[in-house]
């Protein structure tokens, strides 16, 4: 019967187990970096966004938002804090906080995310200026390019 021996296994379980270890760290390094990427296409977005003055009819919807609303879609986005769920890791882009456009229904300022839907998506006085989706699909593949060489990076500095 043939047998054979196999030797350095302590070695590469050691390698193993210090990448496992370090997985998570690695992980989060990506998903951030892929984050950046769509969050910058998304910032092009806004700032490419047409600006007008004045308000919309049913009859006659505006396209666009106002500069000080353009300014608060600005100020408020960004990326939130990383979450582990079900052993995914995840972060959130999205808007926060309110723009300086203050009125009887906001007394503290438009809602951000209110202002970010109506143009994205539109309603019926305001015609739909999509500028998240679009920079998402451009930047799809270089996001998951991003994280997979991070990941391999991550990994050759592991196992080295």
Same mark, same amino acid.
């Given at each position: 019967?043939?047998?054979?021996?196999?030797?350095?296994?302590?070695?590469?379980?050691? @390698? &193993?187990? $210090?990448?496992?270890?370090?997985? !998570?760290?690695?992980?989060?390094?990506?998903?951030?970096?892929?984050?950046?990427?769509?969050?910058?296409? #998304?910032?092009?977005?806004?700032?490419? &966004?047409?600006?007008?003055?004045?308000?919309?009819? /049913?009859?006659?919807?505006?396209?666009?938002?106002? !500069?000080?609303? @353009?300014?608060? %879609? &600005?100020?408020?986005?960004?990326?939130? $804090?990383?979450?582990?769920?079900?052993?995914? %890791?995840?972060? @959130?882009?999205?808007?926060?906080?309110?723009?300086?456009? @203050?009125?009887? !229904?906001? /007394?503290?300022?438009?809602?951000?995310?209110?202002?970010?839907?109506?143009?994205?998506?539109?309603?019926?006085?305001?015609?739909?200026?999509?500028? #998240?989706?679009?920079?998402?699909?451009?930047?799809? $593949?270089?996001? #998951? !390019?991003?994280?997979?060489?991070?990941?391999?990076?991550?990994?050759? $500095?592991?196992?080295?």
């Amino acid at each position: 019967m043939a047998r054979f021996t196999m030797r350095g296994m302590e070695e590469y379980e050691l @390698k &193993l187990s $210090k990448l496992a270890s370090g997985s !998570k760290a690695a992980g989060g390094k990506a998903v951030y970096a892929a984050a950046a990427i769509v969050a910058d296409e #998304v910032r092009k977005g806004i700032n490419a &966004l047409p600006e007008r003055s004045g308000y919309g009819t /049913p009859e006659h919807p505006v396209r666009g938002v106002t !500069k000080r609303g @353009k300014q608060g %879609l &600005l100020d408020g986005f960004g990326i939130s $804090k990383m979450e582990e769920t079900d052993g995914y %890791l995840h972060v @959130k882009l999205g808007f926060d906080g309110y723009n300086s456009i @203050k009125t009887d !229904k906001y /007394p503290q300022g438009q809602p951000n995310q209110l202002v970010a839907r109506g143009v994205e998506s539109g309603a019926s006085w305001i015609e739909k200026t999509p500028f #998240v989706r679009p920079a998402v699909r451009r930047t799809q $593949k270089s996001a #998951v !390019k991003a994280m997979q060489n991070i990941i391999d990076e991550e990994t050759e $500095k592991i196992m080295g």
